[in-house]
């Protein structure tokens, strides 16, 4: 779609995703506090954690697949890769071994790669960052602001991280690395 205003799909999860984040992170800090640990599943106490793993896992697994929201991403890119490795060919437009192949081999890559995207760079990053650039054609201003804050948590979570686990071996909160 051209024109933003067609697009009120991507508008309203857009405006979900930032809501949920926001309102999730403040739930989370009012009853955990300052000592949330990352993942925020590990400061649950014990039993709830793996409770909370066993269904969140599968759920991890599958939201990188083909059939979940991320998998448009995954999807587009998937396409956009094959498309141009076959481009003046039949592969593109025919069903043959050769073509389903590769097709299968560049969705499990893009699978693969979206799960190290959404854990790597955290998923402020995946979901407001990589989600900008590939709406940018369909509402330019919005994207380039959601590309900005995709940038700013991603950067300010990294810094606060470092910052914070320099202070805990400055304090001897935590061992030497690699002692096991």
């Known amino acids: 779609m051209r ?61 990188s697949s083909l059939f979940l929201y991320s998998g448009l991403y995954t999807y587009t890119a998937t396409k956009l890769v094959f498309v141009r490795i076959f481009r003046h060919s039949e592969y593109v437009h025919s069903h043959t071994l050769l073509g389903w192949m590769v097709w299968t081999l560049l969705c499990f890559a893009g699978s693969a790669m979206a799960v190290i995207l959404a854990i790597a760079p955290s998923a402020a990053w ?29 950067v300010a979570g990294t810094y606060v991280s470092i910052k914070l ?7 001897s909160q935590v061992g030497r690395p690699f002692i096991c």
């Not at 979900?16 to 590990?42: D, K, P, R």
């Not at 509402?139 to 940038?151: D, F, K, M, W």
């Not at 686990?165 to 304090?171: F, S, T, V």
């Open 3 to 63: 024109k933003p205003e067609d697009t009120p799909a991507a508008w309203c999860l857009q405006d979900f995703a930032t809501v949920f984040y926001v309102v999730f992170s403040g739930v989370m800090y009012v009853y955990i506090g300052n000592t949330v640990q990352s993942l925020v599943l590990f400061s649950l106490p014990p039993v709830w954690a793996k409770a909370v793993f066993a269904i969140a896992l599968p759920n991890f697994l599958l939201s």
């Open 126 to 154: 995946y979901m407001y960052g990589l989600a900008g650039f590939f709406w940018l054609h369909d509402a330019y201003h919005l994207e380039v602001l959601t590309i900005i804050s995709g940038i700013f948590i991603c």
């Open 165 to 171: 686990i320099a202070e805990a071996y400055a304090n």
